[in-house]
């Protein structure tokens, strides 16, 4: 099973020193083997840069330790404890929660992990716990290895533009991706309803609900959400781009569709899963997702439904690898199906009784 590698690189530093050591540490690094890798952030065990590559891959990293620490030494000052304890603060706090949202084993935060780098090969226990098997397991990582072509490209391009420009940039990016669904964006904007709900749900469980709706409409309308729509400068930057990478993904995952269906011995079963997300559909307080129980079982054994599952599985990833936070990555869920919404001058509670008699 030891056929990718995984390379754990712990940085204590703040935000924009993390992004500093990503940009022009992490990327240019492993770019000799762009196509054959993926990197993004990580939080268990402390904040550090997970990337995964191939086996075959493995001479690249042997200078890495050591010129990761020479990086950070050179262009950071040396972090004094206080500074280290409070840029852990978050981590902490939440060390209990995350590994478990991401069936991910918890590992204690140690300060002196500081600059440290583990390598070794891909956690299986994780791969177990994640994937209905290995070839879904490695489906999933060439995807991801896909679309670091992508971010390693335009991840730079993000950099050059204002943040309203970035935040009206990536929901066009979601938008376009309903373009790869077999139905109109009418029905595939679903995905993203489920999304928005689960988050107003959430906030209404906090009393928050009427706080966060509120600042989402406020966002779209300074936004003019609508008018990016048909702004063609998104095409000659980043657009065309991105549409090519997910195009290609679409592509392989239709080609795996049947491989990513089946269920292997001692990994996480696709009856598993079914009962699990079941369970978590019915722990959320949200009308949608009560009316999405009742259609269940033919929304899980239609092909459409296997292939987004894994194509939105990878996007809402390079949300992250491109850097925004999870506020901002539903916002532009909540952008995308309102501005659906809105075009077809329909309700979520139409579409799934219109769907119920497709």
């Known amino acids: 099973m030891a056929d990718y590698i995984e390379v754990k690189a712990f940085f204590f530093g703040n935000e924009a020193e993390k992004e500093q050591v990503y940009l ?5 690094f492993f770019s000799p083997i762009l196509g054959r890798f993926h990197a993004e952030r990580g939080w268990t065990g402390g904040p550090h840069f997970r990337i995964i590559l191939s086996k075959s891959d493995t001479s ?35 060390q209990d929660i ?14 002196e992990n500081h600059l440290s780098v583990l390598i070794g090969p891909y956690n299986e226990e994780y791969m177990y716990n994640t994937f209905n098997s290995y070839a879904h397991f490695v489906a999933h990582t060439r995807a991801l290895f896909m679309m670091q072509e ?30 790869f669904s077999s139905y109109t964006d009418k029905f595939s904007v679903l995905v993203y309803v489920s999304n928005t709900e689960g988050v107003f749900s959430i906030a209404d469980n906090l009393n928050k609900k009427r706080s966060f709706e509120d600042s989402f409409l406020k966002m779209y309308k300074a936004l003019e959400i609508p008018a990016y729509f ?16 997910v195009s290609k993904i679409v592509d392989y995952t239709k080609k ?13 079963s696709i009856e598993k899963q079914k009962e699990d997300l079941v369970k978590n559909i ?43 936070t999870f506020v901002k990555k539903n916002f532009a869920c909540f952008a995308v199906s309102k501005y659906v919404l809105d075009k077809h001058h329909t309700t979520w509670e139409e579409i799934l009784k219109e769907r119920e008699r497709v």
Not at 230 to 245: K, M
Request: hydrophobic fraction near 40%; include cysteine.
């Open 230 to 245: 048909t702004n063609q400068s998104y095409n000659l930057s980043i657009g065309s781009s991105w549409f090519d990478t």
């Open 282 to 324: 019915e722990s959320i307080d949200s009308p949608f997702h009560k009316n999405l129980l009742n259609q269940i079982d033919s929304l899980l054994n239609h092909n459409e439904h296997k292939m987004f599952k894994f194509l939105i599985n990878i996007i809402y990833k390079s949300v992250h690898m491109l850097g925004f």
């Open 98 to 111: 995350i590994p478990n949202m991401e069936r991910r084993e918890s590992i204690p935060i140690l300060i």
């Open 256 to 268: 795996n569709l049947d491989a990513l269906a089946d269920s292997e011995d001692g990994f996480y």
């Open 24 to 28: 022009n540490f992490i990327l240019p």
């Open 150 to 179: 992508f971010i390693s490209v335009n991840i730079y391009k993000f950099k050059e533009i204002s943040p309203e420009t970035q935040l009206k940039t990536l929901t066009r990016m979601l938008y376009d991706v309903l373009a």
């Open 60 to 94: 690249i990293i042997e200078t890495f330790p050591s010129e990761f620490k020479r990086y950070c030494t050179t262009h950071f000052p040396e972090l004094t404890q206080v500074e280290i304890e409070n840029n852990l603060s978050p981590y902490l706090t939440h």
